[in-house]
C-alpha cells in the first residue's frame, strides 16, 4: 500500500487498485501524502485519491482543477474493439467528487453541464450523471433534465441503438435518483420496461422498484 500511494504521486496505474483493494489501510497513508505533497500535480492526485475513498479533504483542490478546464475529449461506447481509458481526465475529476459526495460541487458541475452539447461523447454524459447521482443533491435535477432532453435516444417506434439507450438511462436514473423534474426521469425509465433486450429492462425495473 505505501509504494502504491506514493507512485501516485506522479500518476495513476495499475498499482493504485492497491488503495482500492485496502481503503482503511490507504486513507491514512493518502491524507499524510496530500499534506506533503510537492508539487501541484502531486496535490490533485492524491486529492482524487481523497475524493475517491470518499474523503472530503481533496474536494477543493479538484474542484479548482475542473472549474478552470475546458471540457476535453471524451470516450464513445461502442460495444466491440475498445482499448484502452473509457473515460477522459476531466471525466476522471468529475466522477472523483461524486464519490466525495460533498454537495459544493453542485454548482460548478451545473455550469460545465449547460456547455455539454448535443453532439459530446458518451463518458461525459456518464461522468457527469454518476456524479450528481452519487451527490444526490436535488439541485442537479434541472441539469440532468436539460441533458437527458438534450438528445432524445428514441426516434419514433424505432429501438434506439445501445450506445444512446445507454446514455439515456443513466441520464434518467441520476434524475430520478436527484427528485426528478415533472416526472420526465420516471417516464424515460419507463419505457424501458419493455425493452427486448433484457439487460436494460431489467435495470430501469430495478431502479423504478427503488424509488
Given at each position: 500500500?505505501?509504494?502504491?500511494?506514493?507512485?501516485?504521486?506522479?500518476?495513476?496505474?495499475?498499482?493504485?487498485?492497491?488503495?482500492?483493494?485496502?481503503?482503511?489501510?490507504?486513507?491514512?497513508?493518502?491524507?499524510?501524502?496530500?499534506?506533503?505533497?510537492?508539487?501541484?500535480?502531486?496535490?490533485?492526485?492524491?486529492?482524487?485519491?481523497?475524493?475517491?475513498?470518499?474523503?472530503k479533504?481533496?474536494?477543493?483542490v479538484?474542484l479548482?482543477?475542473?472549474?478552470?478546464?475546458?471540457?476535453?475529449?471524451?470516450?464513445?461506447?461502442k460495444?466491440?474493439?475498445?482499448?484502452?481509458?473509457?473515460?477522459?481526465?476531466?471525466?476522471?475529476?468529475?466522477?472523483?467528487?461524486?464519490?466525495?459526495?460533498?454537495?459544493?460541487?453542485?454548482?460548478?458541475?451545473?455550469?460545465?453541464?449547460?456547455?455539454?452539447?448535443?453532439?459530446?461523447?458518451?463518458?461525459?454524459?456518464?461522468a457527469?450523471?454518476?456524479?450528481?447521482?452519487?451527490?444526490?443533491?436535488?439541485?442537479?435535477?434541472?441539469?440532468?433534465?436539460?441533458?437527458?432532453t438534450?438528445?432524445?435516444?428514441?426516434?419514433?417506434?424505432?429501438?434506439?441503438?445501445?450506445?444512446e439507450a445507454?446514455?439515456?438511462?443513466?441520464?434518467?436514473?441520476?434524475l430520478?435518483r436527484?427528485?426528478d423534474v415533472?416526472?420526465?426521469?420516471?417516464?424515460?425509465?419507463?419505457r424501458?420496461?419493455?425493452?427486448?433486450?433484457?439487460?436494460?429492462?431489467?435495470?430501469?425495473?430495478?431502479?423504478?422498484?427503488?424509488?
Amino acid at each position: 500500500v505505501h509504494k502504491a500511494v506514493e507512485a501516485a504521486a506522479t500518476g495513476f496505474s495499475y498499482r493504485t487498485a492497491v488503495v482500492f483493494a485496502q481503503p482503511d489501510d490507504a486513507l491514512p497513508l493518502v491524507k499524510t501524502a496530500f499534506d506533503r505533497a510537492e508539487t501541484p500535480q502531486a496535490k490533485l492526485n492524491y486529492a482524487q485519491l481523497l475524493c475517491l475513498l470518499g474523503d472530503k479533504g481533496g474536494v477543493d483542490v479538484v474542484l479548482a482543477a475542473v472549474e478552470k478546464e475546458p471540457w476535453d475529449k471524451g470516450w464513445n461506447f461502442k460495444g466491440m474493439g475498445q482499448f484502452g481509458a473509457s473515460m477522459s481526465k476531466l471525466d476522471a475529476k468529475i466522477l472523483a467528487l461524486g464519490y466525495a459526495k460533498d454537495a459544493k460541487a453542485v454548482p460548478a458541475l451545473v455550469k460545465m453541464a449547460a456547455d455539454v452539447k448535443a453532439d459530446a461523447e458518451f463518458s461525459h454524459f456518464r461522468a457527469l450523471a454518476r456524479a450528481f447521482e452519487l451527490i444526490g443533491d436535488k439541485a442537479a435535477a434541472p441539469a440532468l433534465a436539460r441533458l437527458l432532453t438534450l438528445k432524445p435516444a428514441a426516434k419514433g417506434d424505432k429501438l434506439p441503438d445501445r450506445a444512446e439507450a445507454l446514455r439515456e438511462i443513466t441520464l434518467a436514473r441520476a434524475l430520478v435518483r436527484c427528485g426528478d423534474v415533472d416526472g420526465l426521469g420516471k417516464a424515460t425509465l419507463e419505457r424501458y420496461l419493455n425493452d427486448p433486450r433484457g439487460h436494460f429492462a431489467r435495470h430501469a425495473h430495478a431502479v423504478l422498484q427503488a424509488t
